[in-house]
């Protein structure tokens, strides 16, 4: 005998990362640039929040910080 589940629930293990939608973008992005195994994200939920694969927390933290201070203003202190 097969159990059917008429809900279709499926549970995930992970961390809720909460973002703006710009920032989730990247992510976004950072993740289609891995294969297979070595993606992150588990699930897009929202415009501000993705479930991601909590052992690469550390990793995405660092990654997004890398590319967002690339695209940071700095002022030249010359002028």
């Given at each position: 005998m097969?159990?059917?589940d008429p809900y279709q629930v499926k549970a995930s293990n992970g961390t809720l990362i909460t973002c703006?939608?710009?920032a989730k973008?990247?992510?976004i992005h950072l993740d289609?640039?891995?294969d297979g195994p070595q993606k992150f994200i588990i699930r897009d939920v929202d415009d501000t929040h993705v479930l991601i694969k909590s052992i690469?927390?550390?990793m995405?933290?660092?990654s997004l910080?890398?590319?967002l201070e690339k695209n940071t203003y700095d002022q030249d202190p010359a002028l």
């Open positions: 097969s159990y059917h703006d939608s710009a973008q990247i992510l289609a640039q891995r690469y927390v550390d995405v933290r660092t910080q890398e590319e």
